[in-house]
């Protein structure tokens, strides 16, 4: 009360504004680590995004995910824009078969959800689907029949999986000049790579080692051209004498630039795994000691285990007398 007999105003609680802001941020971590996976946002609220599959079959399949309001709070929706049948997804093609998905929290990351969904779906291709049965090209663009029919076309007939989302019953206005979508940073597939990608060695992959790694990785033969050009230069005589004379085409061809960039690619590879080799072994005298570190700590806990289960077991024979009494 004021001096006048007036209530005073409280200020607002700020705990709302921050459990907002705490929700934002979640958000827009979690929508990264969608991006990062190959997902492109198909509207301005940035709440609907394609994930493009390549098949091993040559052919295309597209994932939506759907984000709610409540997003991450709430779990995504995510499902095929093509009718097909797999053992993760349900009538209505979407996926129910991820664990992570099926039991969503605020802290599970969607980007590495969709990674698994895309190596399940390469892994074992999804059968396409017709109304009759009949097979159809899960490629959206050479799809005759419109996964998605506007409300002109739609029908009480129509199944459940055919009709339209809520959000697309009207088409999607073109994008303004001053909105850029998020850039594809890298496909499905790279990322697949990445996750899949394995280290041995983690405490050795500091320093200059993901850049060997990485160099190792990259490595590809040289191809072999079909046509010589420095044999045309050459005489008849000269020709000649290489196909007589061994010793002289072994001196022939190890000058030749092709097989000379061969052996450099050759040595730097193997100075490579040496210098791979001599780093890990390196880090043998730091693992001995944490490992026996490893094992008192195991005795130790083995040890407190069972005090605490010899006074847990005191605790209900306690319990029990005092029941009885």
Request: one cysteine or more; charged letters at 15%.
């Given at each position: 009360?004021?001096?006048?007999?007036?209530p005073?105003?409280?200020?607002a609680?700020?705990a709302?504004?921050?459990?907002?802001?705490?929700?934002q941020?979640?958000?827009g971590?979690?929508?990264?680590?969608?991006?990062?996976a190959?997902?492109?946002a198909?509207?301005?609220?940035?709440s609907?995004?394609?994930?493009?599959?390549?098949?091993?079959?040559?052919r295309?399949?597209?994932?939506?995910?759907?984000?709610?309001?409540?997003?991450p709070?709430?779990?995504?929706?995510i499902?095929?824009?093509?009718?097909?049948?797999?053992s993760w997804?349900?009538?209505?093609?979407?996926?129910?078969?991820?664990?992570d998905?099926v039991?969503?929290?605020?802290?599970?990351?969607i980007?590495?959800?969709?990674?698994?969904?895309?190596?399940?779906?390469?892994r074992?291709?999804?059968?396409?689907?017709?109304r009759?049965?009949?097979?159809?090209?899960?490629?959206?663009?050479?799809?005759?029949?419109?996964i998605?029919?506007?409300p002109?076309?739609?029908?009480?007939?129509t199944p459940?999986?055919?009709?339209?989302?809520?959000?697309?019953?009207?088409?999607?206005?073109?994008?303004?000049a001053?909105y850029?979508?998020?850039?594809?940073s890298?496909?499905?597939?790279?990322?697949?790579?990445?996750?899949?990608?394995p280290?041995?060695?983690a405490s050795?992959?500091?320093?200059?080692?993901?850049?060997?790694?990485?160099?190792?990785?990259?490595?590809?033969s040289?191809?072999?051209?079909a046509?010589?050009?420095?044999?045309?230069?050459?005489?008849?005589?000269?020709?000649e004498k290489l196909?007589?004379?061994?010793?002289?085409?072994?001196a022939?061809?190890?000058n030749?630039?092709?097989?000379?960039?061969f052996?450099k690619?050759?040595?730097?590879?193997v100075k490579g795994?040496?210098?791979?080799?001599?780093?890990?072994?390196?880090?043998?005298?730091?693992l001995?000691p944490?490992?026996?570190?490893?094992?008192?700590?195991?005795?130790?806990?083995h040890?407190a285990?069972?005090?605490?289960q010899?006074?847990?077991?005191q605790?209900?024979?306690?319990?029990?007398?005092?029941?009885?009494?």
């Amino acid at each position: 009360m004021s001096w006048f007999g007036k209530p005073t105003s409280k200020p607002a609680p700020a705990a709302n504004t921050s459990a907002v802001s705490e929700l934002q941020r979640l958000r827009g971590r979690q929508i990264s680590s969608l991006v990062r996976a190959g997902g492109q946002a198909i509207n301005h609220q940035q709440s609907i995004f394609d994930v493009v599959v390549r098949l091993v079959d040559s052919r295309t399949l597209t994932l939506r995910i759907t984000l709610p309001d409540e997003f991450p709070m709430q779990g995504p929706m995510i499902q095929t824009t093509s009718r097909v049948q797999h053992s993760w997804l349900d009538s209505q093609c979407r996926v129910v078969g991820h664990m992570d998905l099926v039991n969503w929290s605020a802290h599970a990351d969607i980007g590495r959800i969709v990674v698994d969904i895309v190596n399940e779906f390469q892994r074992s291709p999804p059968a396409a689907i017709g109304r009759g049965g009949a097979s159809l090209s899960v490629n959206p663009a050479s799809s005759t029949t419109p996964i998605y029919p506007g409300p002109s076309t739609a029908s009480p007939l129509t199944p459940s999986y055919l009709q339209p989302f809520p959000q697309q019953q009207q088409s999607q206005p073109p994008p303004s000049a001053s909105y850029t979508p998020y850039p594809p940073s890298s496909s499905a597939a790279q990322m697949t790579a990445s996750y899949q990608y394995p280290a041995p060695y983690a405490s050795s992959s500091r320093g200059k080692m993901p850049s060997q790694q990485d160099a190792a990785r990259q490595t590809q033969s040289p191809a072999i051209p079909a046509v010589f050009p420095e044999l045309e230069a050459l005489s008849v005589n000269q020709l000649e004498k290489l196909v007589t004379d061994r010793a002289t085409l072994k001196a022939y061809i190890k000058n030749m630039d092709n097989v000379v960039n061969f052996m450099k690619l050759y040595d730097d590879l193997v100075k490579g795994n040496k210098d791979l080799a001599e780093s890990n072994l390196a880090y043998e005298a730091q693992l001995e000691p944490l490992q026996d570190a490893v094992q008192e700590l195991k005795q130790q806990l083995h040890v407190a285990q069972e005090a605490l289960q010899a006074k847990q077991n005191q605790q209900h024979q306690v319990l029990v007398v005092r029941v009885c009494i």
